[in-house]
């Protein structure tokens, strides 16, 4: 690690945030480093990508993350904040440290500062066909489901993908190319229990390996740090059960 840069004080602040910033451009060829900035509290809004943007805006033009909606529904500010993963734009100050650090993801390459590459966590994603397959025609209108039918998504549809539980997994830092890692599976589960989908020995099929499904150890780090209150964990659990009772 490079020494980082201390930006100064705002003027006349009477509550001040303190963030610690991993700064990185591979392009450069420079090392890492963890740049710290002062913010006025009185001066932003209430939340860490607030200050962040306020950062970007008003300090650093340099600093580089992403973000999209502010509403916790993109996944887009999915980033390591003192310690754990989280959504920076539903990560409110209050809540932080001070000083609080801020990281990027880790088990990814980074591509600068707080981005960090979901290349291979997305060909993860698409690799289990993450679509409806059917082999009846399709019908004039949508495929019905019950209420009861409808309410087995529940738990599974909510996740948007941020990836802060397949960064917090042991087993995918561990085996990442081959083992597919909680958001993936939760999203295999969701097309299992969906009464529309007619592919369900072929999914179980694919699944059906010693890295890409049984690397799950059962950690749990996947439900402590989902950020949208899922349980990915209890997920895989039922996933290797369908596999087990279409054994016996």
């Known amino acids: 690690m490079e020494a980082g840069v201390t930006w100064p004080e705002p003027e006349g602040a009477t509550r001040v945030q303190h963030l610690q910033v991993y700064r990185y451009d591979p392009d450069s060829g420079r090392n890492p480093r963890i740049d710290t900035y002062a913010i006025d509290r009185d001066k932003c809004g209430p939340m860490l ?14 600093l580089t993350f992403r973000r999209s909606c502010r509403e916790g529904v993109c996944g887009s500010c999915a980033m390591n904040i003192d310690g754990s993963n989280w959504l920076a734009c539903i990560r409110s100050l209050d809540e932080i440290n001070e000083p609080a650090t801020v990281y990027p993801l880790n088990n990814m390459d980074v591509v600068k500062d707080l981005v960090g590459d979901q290349t291979h966590a997305l060909a993860q994603y698409t690799s289990i066909k993450p679509w409806l397959r059917s082999k009846t025609p399709a019908p004039t209108r949508e495929r019905l489901q019950s209420p009861e039918e409808r309410k087995r998504l529940d738990g599974d549809y909510e996740c948007i993908l941020c990836f802060c539980c397949t960064s917090g997994c042991p087993s995918h ?12 599976l939760l999203q295999a589960h969701r097309w299992l ?38 349980n990915p964990g209890k997920k895989i659990a039922e996933v290797k059960l369908m596999i087990q009772q279409r054994r016996s």
């Open 173 to 184: 830092w561990w085996n990442g190319d081959r083992f597919l890692g909680p958001a993936v």
């Open 49 to 62: 990508l607030d200050a962040l943007i306020k950062i970007k805006n008003e300090i650093d033009p340099t």
């Open 193 to 230: 229990v969906d009464s529309r989908d007619e592919a369900t020995g072929e999914r179980l099929d694919e699944l059906e390996d010693p890295f890409k499904l049984y690397r799950c150890h059962t950690i749990l780090n996947c439900t402590r740090t989902c950020p949208k209150g899922l």
